[in-house]
């Protein structure tokens, strides 16, 4: 696969094929191309969104994607929806009072 277009999908079977930092890699140049400044942080959670979606098993990125495309999204708008609400509970988990947390628990 040598692009990636969020408003169309890539084909699951494809997608899974690729290494993580080749999915990632591709959200990156996505947004490139079109010259909107994107930043790693970005491409993972896009990247961890179309994981998911492409695993083809009923979760909340397949039910909200549905959800939000028959609200009037396109499939892109939908996935940067999905992927800033991701974001910002990755924040929640990370964050903290200067002390270090994995995966929202303290490290001891």
């Not at 996505?30 to 930043?39: D, E, F, L, Q, T």
């Not at 492409?54 to 039910?63: D, I, P, Q």
């Amino acid at each position: 696969m040598k692009q990636h277009d969020p408003d169309q999908g890539s084909p699951p079977e494809a997608w899974l094929a690729l290494d993580e930092q080749k999915r990632i890699h591709l959200c990156e140049e996505y947004h490139g191309r079109r010259g909107i400044p994107s930043a790693l942080r970005h491409a993972v959670a896009r990247a961890m969104v179309e994981n998911r979606f492409a695993l083809g098993v009923e979760s909340v990125v397949t039910v909200t994607l549905a959800r939000l495309s028959g609200e009037g999204l396109d499939r892109h708008d939908a996935m940067h929806a999905i992927g800033s609400v991701l974001s910002a509970h990755l924040d929640s988990l990370f964050a903290g009072s200067g002390q270090g947390r994995r995966a929202g628990r303290k490290i001891p």
